[in-house]
C-alpha cells in the first residue's frame, strides 16, 4: 500500500516555471514505476511523466526526478502554458486507484 501527498501548485504566469513534490507513505515505493498525471478541468486525467527508478528524466519542458531511498519524486516544469492548467497528482505507472492523493493545483495564468 502506497499513499501520495502533492504540494508545490501555484498561480503562475506563462512562461513561468514551477517545482512540485510527491512523497510517498509505505515500504513498497520502490518496486512501482511511477509518474505524475494531471487533470484539467472537464478532461480525463492523464499521465504526464514516469520514471522506473531513482534519478531524473528530461521530458522536454517537464523533468521528473525520484529517490526511491526516500521515497520521494518531483516535477520541474518551465516554460509554462496556460494549457498546463491542471491538478497534478503523483501515482503508480499504471495508476492504483486506492493511491490517488489531493493533488495540487497548478494554474497558468496572465
Known amino acids: 500500500q502506497v499513499q501520495f501527498v502533492e504540494s508545490g501548485g501555484a498561480l503562475v504566469q506563462p512562461g513561468g516555471s514551477l517545482r512540485l513534490s510527491c512523497v510517498a507513505s509505505?515500504?513498497?515505493?520502490?518496486?512501482?514505476?511511477a509518474g505524475w498525471y494531471r487533470q484539467a478541468p472537464g478532461q480525463q486525467r492523464e499521465l504526464v511523466v514516469s520514471?522506473?527508478t531513482s534519478g531524473v528524466a528530461d521530458h522536454g519542458r517537464f523533468t521528473i526526478s525520484r529517490d526511491s531511498a526516500k521515497n520521494t519524486m518531483s516535477l520541474q516544469m518551465n516554460s509554462l502554458q496556460v494549457d498546463d492548467t491542471a491538478a497534478y497528482y503523483c501515482n503508480t505507472v499504471p495508476a492504483q486507484s486506492e493511491y490517488w492523493g489531493q493533488g495540487t493545483q497548478v494554474t497558468v495564468s496572465s
Open positions: 509505505g515500504s513498497n515505493f520502490y518496486r512501482y514505476v
Open positions: 520514471i522506473a
